[in-house]
């Protein structure tokens, strides 16, 4: 019986606790990811933490958090300017919203110039000398180059098509997939993925199908996807069933030509 008492008066004042609260954060606007590669190019990265505080409420301090470490700090009552901490010492934009009311301008951080390393959950922290809220949001910031490439070769001798995917330049790390119509088929072999790794990720996706299972012009896709931020690009082609004759043909004309180029070489001397 006792438990039971010092349980409900433990929630009583856990419940009290809250409804008294004195600093109250209504929302942060982090996006899911920003990417690097797009129309946000050479434009800063801006999250918003709306806040409230009762009137009689004093020594309020404002911070943002990436991966629980402090990177920028803004005091209300302090005659100096809101500052950034640590790496973001001289990355932070307070310019930026200079015409919007110093909560909401101050509240706002805006990141200059982000890179792949700004990856990470970001924190709107806010306390006041009778309380303290917390509100985390993640935030994948994305590279992706527009070189995403699809080729493929026929292979007489194995009666397959041979499909390459490449993509230059994208993190994080993406899935690849091959589709042909709309869908995903059986391939003859495992997709072989090769990943060389310097800041970015350069992918080589492989696979092979027979060629009795893709009809000519049929259209083949190389889906590139992020899944964890629903983000996806993609690269198409239509199949030629004569695409590896042309391809020898051509090369046989090229020989051709360039053996009658020596002929005539020869025969000037």
Not at 96 to 113: F, W
Not at 166 to 176: G, H, K, R, T
Request: include cysteine; proline fraction near 4%; charged fraction near 25%.
């Amino acid at each position: 019986m006792k438990s039971i008492v010092l349980h409900i008066i433990v929630l009583l004042t856990l419940y009290l606790a809250r409804e008294c609260q004195a600093v109250k954060i209504n929302k942060i606007s982090v996006p899911s990811y920003f990417d690097l590669h797009s129309e946000n190019k050479n434009q800063p990265l801006i999250l918003e933490c709306d806040y409230d505080t009762d009137d009689d409420d004093t020594g309020v301090v404002l911070k943002w958090l990436l991966n629980s470490v402090s990177i920028y700090q803004w005091i209300p009552l302090n005659t100096v300017n809101p500052t950034g901490l640590k790496s973001f010492k001289n990355r932070i934009d307070l310019e930026y919203n200079k015409d919007l009311p110093e909560k909401q301008r101050y509240s706002t951080l805006v990141i200059k110039n982000p890179t792949i390393a700004d990856t990470g959950n970001y924190s709107c922290d806010v306390q006041t000398f009778k309380s303290h809220d917390r509100k985390t949001a993640p935030i994948t910031i994305v590279y992706v180059d527009d070189s995403i490439k699809l080729n493929y070769f026929i292979d007489e001798i194995e009666n397959q098509v041979n499909f390459e995917c490449s993509i230059n330049q994208i993190y994080p790390l993406p899935e690849v997939t091959f589709l042909i119509g709309n869908e995903a088929r059986n391939f003859s072999s495992p997709l072989e993925t090769h990943v060389f790794t310097n800041i970015y990720h350069n992918i080589s996706v492989s696979a092979q199908i027979n060629k009795e299972e893709i009809e000519d012009d049929e259209e083949v896709t190389c889906l590139v996807r992020i899944p964890t931020i629903d983000y996806e690009k993609k690269a198409s082609v239509h199949y030629d069933e004569n695409y590896g004759h042309m391809i020898r043909a051509n090369l046989l004309l090229s020989i051709i030509m360039y053996l009658i180029l020596l002929m005539i070489k020869s025969m000037a001397f």
